[in-house]
């Protein structure tokens, strides 16, 4: 028999399925992990398909050496995504089988962790010398516990008595495997949880499901955790596994804390910030079947799970679903087809579903589950509109405004919680006029202009168009024009100066270590008054009963982003900061601060009103060309050496242009320009940036594969992104 065998070698150019002779010694099926001659090394290699003839002279195939592994790596479902991800996102074989594969699994360097116990083998007193009094008292201790730890006796004993105890083999030395399972220092509170009629039904319908995928909609706090738990609890029963992915950032101690009082130890978590040795463990709790249930990031798609039963990705919405470096893939993508494959339901949860998903729901092609109230029958919190344009007008130049002035000492004299929001996507890099609100925008696509610094320029990132930078504002003629954006440290600053309370911080310079993130969080949570500033980091999933305000202090931030998705971003964050107020007895309230205060985006996510939001938002792409009516295609370029990346860029780009030819209707748009961070890691980048209707869009993706794979060099990657979530 023939295996066709990947290698795994880093090499941006081996890609190949080799064919390798199995010898009659050896049973190879699809999965393993097998030492394959490799020119002059030995290399791993993963078997992907089992044949019966090759195509090449059956007597220049190497045999394979031997397996690695007792049982294969990987399961023939896992070959099948890997192949589906290789063709739907231009992956490399090898890349893919990776993802299955943490590093530490991989390269061996993480062992099971071993402790060693003595046991007793036979309790012969006689053969212990007289006057040898440890000895004696550690056997006699180890004739009641008939076990114990190494480290424990020597301590008690004396490690010289436990050495004489060992050699004349009245005890024996034995390695026990233990599991460094992650500790939680949070707990919460069980609690007994009825499900209402939304929920219930919400279960019966899932559970009930073959491979569909659901769109639960529902308000923050409505019970979608609930939901997720109570169908996780039908798969166990019947006998099968489940996968639950949650941003990084939402997988909170809290959230960790009610899976395991739902499922105790049948629940692995596999979280960047757990230890090598940790995440070693609960993948082979996963990998053995001692755990049957894998919460976790983006990543945990790829945990080594047979049978699934139930797929739940939670915040569906979240950018972090759509990996940026290579690998590069959609994680939704990957999820509804491992769904398929084990014919189960997949289950997409927000209270802010994307544009893309909601318009799937509306086609038909995902079925839409609503919950629409607060599970603790609380209305959503107030949020009030305030405009800082007339803030300014009437002498405030400060950051906040009078009325979030107001509420935050009310909070603060109620010895209650404020949380304030600051809205970091797109730093610094888009100009505002400060007396009129006006934001310089792209005349052809209506997204906001990034300011680059080389050139001096503003320019467009979607069509590359350039504009002059300004000075003075077009609209009012002001010169108090500039950068729209405002630090964390500066609020803190100010807040200082205000209130004599603790002011805790939370943003990426805060937490650089992966423990002070929750450090400051559980401190927050024991403080009252306290006031938490944070950016994108505090607007998740995060349960404080005491917080009774929220202050979203530059909600235009991510209006102004340079990107098509810019106010379903805006929308999404509201409705996600102000899910933070008043989670329990105390009512909620959220002061939005802008300068844009009629913009429909303010209008609809101030009423809670997602559907009048989606109507509005679904016409403006279809206006502009944006997805979900066209596909958005970028191939990126890149090298050491500019020229060869130049060069292979034009002979992509040529070649994509002829292919315009022929498909003329099908492009809206096609253009190669300079990434807006052209270098990046040494590396010259450049990009191919198209926008197809959706009609052909399949066939013409599969051409342009061809295209580059045809083109591709040693030295100059290309990658291609459906969708890219980021230019930059
Ligand atoms: P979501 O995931 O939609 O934000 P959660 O599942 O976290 O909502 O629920 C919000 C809060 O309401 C939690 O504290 C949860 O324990 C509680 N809860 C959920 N469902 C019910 C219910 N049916 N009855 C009472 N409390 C509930
Ligand atoms: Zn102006
Ligand atoms: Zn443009």
């Known amino acids: 028999m023939i295996a066709e065998v990947i290698v795994d070698v ?55 050496i031997s397996k690695k592994d007792p049982q294969p790596l990987l399961s023939e479902n896992m070959v099948r995504l890997c192949f589906f991800m290789k063709q739907k996102f231009y992956l490399r074989l090898a890349d893919t089988i990776r993802l299955f594969l943490p590093p530490m699994v991989r390269n061996g360097k993480v062992k099971q962790k071993l402790v060693q116990y003595v046991t007793l083998n036979c309790d012969d007193v006689s053969q212990i010398k007289k006057g040898a009094k440890k000895q004696l008292e550690a056997l006699l201790y180890l004739q009641e516990k008939a076990r114990e730890k190494h480290s424990v006796l020597s301590q008690k004993f004396g490690a010289s008595a436990i050495k004489s105890l060992i050699e004349k083999n009245l005890v024996r030395l034995e390695g026990v495997k233990e599991n460094r399972a992650p500790q939680n220092k949070f707990s919460v509170a069980k609690k007994e949880i009825t499900l209402n009629n939304q929920q219930q039904q919400a279960v ?137 494959l084990n014919n189960c339901p997949l289950i997409l949860g927000t209270a802010t579903p994307s544009i893309e998903s909601y318009y799937l729901a509306k086609k038909g092609e995902y079925r839409l589950i609503q919950l629409t109230n607060r599970a603790n029958q609380k209305e959503l919190p107030n949020i009030e509109l305030v405009d800082m344009l007339s803030e300014i007008h009437s002498g405030n130049t400060g950051i906040f ?78 010169k108090s024009i500039r950068f729209g954006a405002v630090g964390t440290q500066r609020i803190v600053d100010e807040l200082k100066k205000l209130f004599n309370v603790p002011i805790f911080r939370l943003d990426n310079d805060s937490t650089q270590n992966k423990n002070s993130y929750i450090e400051i969080l559980e401190s927050f949570n024991h403080t009252s008054p306290a006031i938490l500033v944070g950016t994108q980091m505090i607007a998740k999933g995060h349960d404080f009963n005491n917080v009774t305000l929220v202050g979203i202090v530059d909600a235009d931030m991510s209006l102004h982003f340079s990107d098509y998705k810019a106010v379903e971003k805006t929308y999404q964050l509201i409705t996600q900061v102000s899910g933070r107020a008043g989670r329990s007895e105390s009512e909620g309230k959220v002061v939005l601060q802008t300068y844009c205060p009629k913009h429909f985006v303010y209008r609809c996510a101030s009423n809670y009103d997602y559907t009048a939001f989606y109507k509005k938002e679904i016409n403006l792409r279809e206006v502009a060309h944006f997805p979900p009516f066209v596909s958005i295609l970028r191939i990126l370029v890149f090298g050491e050496d500019e020229q060869k990346t130049l060069n292979n860029l034009e002979q992509i780009y040529t070649q994509i242009k002829d292919l315009k030819q022929t498909y003329s209707s099908d492009f809206v748009y096609l253009s190669a320009m300079k990434c807006p961070k052209r270098r990046l890691q040494r590396n010259y980048r450049y990009q191919i940036l198209m926008r197809l209707y959706k009609k052909n869009e399949p066939e013409i993706v599969s051409k342009i594969y061809e295209i580059c794979d045809k083109l591709k060099t040693r030295n100059v990657s290309v990658f291609i992104e459906n969708d890219p979530q980021n230019l930059s």
């Open 10 to 64: 880093l090499s941006s150019t081996v890609d190949k399925v080799f064919d390798y002779n199995i010898p009659h010694s050896l049973t190879v099926v699809v999965g393993d992990r097998v030492l394959v001659p490799f020119g002059p090394r030995k290399i791993d290699g993963f078997v992907i398909n089992i044949k019966q003839t090759s195509s090449y002279d059956k007597s220049k195939l190497k045999d394979i």
């Open 204 to 340: 019966d319908v899932i559970t009930k499901s073959k491979y569909q995928t659901f769109l639960l909609h529902g308000v923050t706090g409505s019970g979608k955790t609930e939901v997720y738990i109570n169908c996780i609890k039908d798969c166990l029963k019947s006998g099968k596994t489940a996968i639950m992915l949650v941003p990084e950032i939402s997988l909170t101690p809290q959230m960790f804390a009610r899976f395991k009082n739902a499922f105790g130890d049948t629940v692995a978590i596999l979280h960047s910030s757990l230890s090598q040795g940790e995440r070693f463990d609960e993948w082979n709790r996963l990998k053995s079947g001692e755990a049957k249930i894998a919460i976790g990031a983006r990543s945990c798609i790829f945990a080594p799970l047979e049978n699934i039963g139930l797929i739940v990705v939670d915040e569906e919405h979240d950018s972090s679903y759509y990996s940026e470096s290579n690998p590069r893939f959609h994680t939704h993508e990957v999820a509804r087809y491992l769904a398929y």
């Open 401 to 478: 405004s009078y009325r979030f002035l107001n509420e935050l000492e009310k909070c603060i004299n109620d010895k209650k919680q404020a949380m304030i929001f600051i809205n970091r996507r797109g730093f610094s890099s888009f100009l505002m006029c400060k007396e009129c609100g006006y934001v310089p925008k792209c005349e052809d696509c209506d997204v906001s202009l990034v300011y680059h610094k080389e050139d001096d320029m503003l320019k467009c990132h979607y069509c590359n168009r350039r504009y002059k930078t300004l000075n003075t504002c077009p609209k009012c003629g002001s």
